[in-house]
């Protein structure tokens, strides 16, 4: 943690540090929340009341393009409690600042199942609802009970069941409708003690069952799925220690069966999968409902080209991922985004398909 006075208000904070693509930009005012009753302080002062408020968590899924003229809340409230258990489930409620990788390490530790193919994925809890994270076959909202958080208008603590919040493909009601008037503060997770693993997950490029077989014999449980995640997204993805990622930057576009054929003309063995599904996988499409969508993957469409590993200035696509675009060092926030609009542009003009980032951009 850089030297930061906790629940101070600052003013011209450097976030350079507070956000995983390393772009050197300011915020106006800056605070460290470590607490509901911080963030009950601070929601009162007339300088965060009367400004823009941006919540960072582990500041993995964002580019900051220029300096904040506003308030920025590093959300760090911390604690994990078991608030319900039986002989099948543990409930496990989870600060808002808990560090997602951690969380899933500490649920494998115990033989709960339920979030071990979301390993690694870089971020917070109280992030995670927010984007849905989802990845290698499963969805947040498959272990996620409720979500805790404020109202920015009222101060009220208010509490959103799975079902109310809107969750789809990599949103969610707190990302659109409750954009800037909720502030999540805790989430709870209802984990197996018996787990259904979920091993179906393959793609052009790897398979969670491949995985496990090259890592060893079954019989295989939530620790070992858990170690083949890793084991893959240690192999494929860029190290952030090395590199400034934001992992995937853009989302999996949905095109029309007749988009599809004009695609596969260009690229023959272009995956494709209904447009509500995660996982990749054969299906049959009517050809003669030609408005029919369905979802490709955007990686495939960036190999394609090969911008798989191509570098530009400061930018790049990581090679064994090109859904990551990474700082390599020194990038301004102008230089990266030039360098999405160019993926972008070459993409459409190649295959007619826009991509959208998932990357939220501020």
Same mark, same amino acid.
């Given at each position: 943690?850089?030297?930061?006075?906790?629940?101070?208000?600052?003013?011209?904070?450097?976030?350079?540090?507070?956000? !995983?693509?390393?772009?050197?930009?300011?915020?106006?005012?800056?605070?460290?929340? #470590?607490? &509901? !009753?911080?963030?009950?302080?601070?929601?009162?002062?007339?300088?965060?009341?009367?400004?823009?408020?941006?919540?960072?968590? $582990? $500041?993995?899924?964002?580019?900051?393009?220029?300096?904040?003229?506003?308030?920025?809340?590093?959300?760090?409230?911390?604690?994990?409690?078991?608030?319900?258990? +039986?002989?099948?489930?543990?409930?496990?409620?989870?600060?808002?600042?808990?560090?997602?990788?951690?969380?899933?390490?500490?649920? &494998?530790?115990?033989?709960?199942?339920?979030?071990?193919?979301?390993?690694?994925?870089?971020?917070?809890?109280?992030?995670?609802?927010?984007?849905?994270?989802?990845?290698? $076959?499963?969805?947040?909202?498959?272990?996620?009970?409720?979500?805790?958080?404020?109202?920015?208008?009222?101060?009220?603590?208010?509490?959103?069941?799975?079902?109310?919040?809107?969750?789809?493909?990599?949103?969610?009601?707190?990302?659109?409708?409750?954009?800037?008037?909720?502030?999540?503060?805790?989430?709870?997770?209802?984990?197996?003690?018996?787990?259904?693993?979920?091993?179906?997950?393959?793609?052009?490029?790897?398979?969670?069952?491949?995985?496990?077989?090259?890592? $060893?014999?079954?019989?295989?449980?939530?620790?070992?799925?858990?170690?083949?995640?890793?084991?893959? *997204?240690?192999?494929?993805?860029? +190290?952030?220690? *090395?590199?400034?990622?934001?992992?995937?930057?853009?989302?999996?576009?949905?095109?029309?069966?007749?988009?599809?054929?004009?695609?596969?003309?260009?690229?023959?063995?272009?995956?494709?999968?209904?447009?509500?599904?995660?996982?990749?996988?054969?299906?049959?499409?009517?050809? +003669?409902?030609?408005?029919? *969508?369905?979802?490709?993957?955007?990686?495939?469409?960036?190999?394609?080209?090969?911008?798989?590993?191509?570098?530009?200035?400061?930018?790049?696509?990581?090679?064994? #991922?090109?859904?990551?675009?990474?700082?390599?060092?020194?990038?301004?926030?102008?230089?990266?985004?030039?360098?999405?609009?160019?993926? #972008?542009?070459? &993409?459409?003009?190649?295959?007619?398909?826009?991509?959208?980032?998932?990357?939220?951009?501020?």
């Amino acid at each position: 943690m850089p030297n930061v006075a906790l629940h101070v208000l600052q003013e011209q904070v450097s976030l350079l540090p507070f956000n !995983t693509l390393r772009l050197d930009v300011k915020a106006r005012y800056f605070a460290v929340v #470590q607490s &509901v !009753t911080d963030l009950e302080r601070l929601l009162k002062d007339p300088r965060v009341a009367e400004n823009a408020i941006l919540v960072l968590g $582990g $500041g993995s899924n964002i580019l900051l393009s220029k300096d904040f003229d506003g308030v920025v809340l590093k959300m760090e409230i911390s604690g994990r409690s078991v608030v319900y258990e +039986d002989d099948e489930v543990v409930d496990l409620a989870l600060g808002a600042g808990e560090d997602w990788p951690s969380v899933v390490e500490f649920a &494998v530790a115990n033989g709960w199942g339920g979030i071990e193919n979301l390993a690694l994925v870089p971020g917070t809890a109280g992030a995670a609802p927010v984007h849905n994270i989802a990845c290698y $076959g499963h969805n947040l909202h498959e272990s996620l009970l409720w979500v805790e958080s404020i109202d920015l208008n009222s101060g009220a603590l208010c509490r959103f069941r799975v079902d109310e919040c809107g969750l789809g493909y990599r949103t969610s009601i707190f990302k659109q409708e409750l954009k800037g008037r909720q502030i999540v503060v805790r989430i709870c997770l209802r984990l197996r003690k018996r787990p259904i693993l979920n091993t179906s997950y393959q793609s052009r490029y790897e398979s969670v069952a491949g995985e496990l077989e090259r890592l $060893g014999p079954p019989p295989y449980g939530v620790r070992e799925v858990f170690n083949a995640i890793v084991s893959i *997204r240690q192999r494929k993805l860029p +190290d952030p220690a *090395r590199v400034g990622t934001v992992g995937s930057v853009f989302m999996n576009p949905t095109v029309t069966v007749k988009q599809l054929q004009a695609i596969k003309a260009l690229c023959p063995e272009i995956q494709y999968y209904p447009a509500e599904q995660l996982v990749y996988g054969e299906f049959a499409v009517d050809q +003669d409902r030609e408005s029919e *969508r369905v979802k490709i993957p955007a990686a495939w469409l960036i190999e394609d080209m090969g911008w798989a590993g191509k570098q530009v200035g400061h930018c790049g696509v990581w090679k064994t #991922q090109p859904l990551n675009i990474v700082n390599y060092g020194g990038a301004t926030s102008r230089e990266y985004l030039d360098f999405l609009q160019a993926v #972008q542009d070459a &993409v459409y003009r190649r295959y007619g398909v826009r991509l959208d980032p998932e990357v939220v951009i501020i």
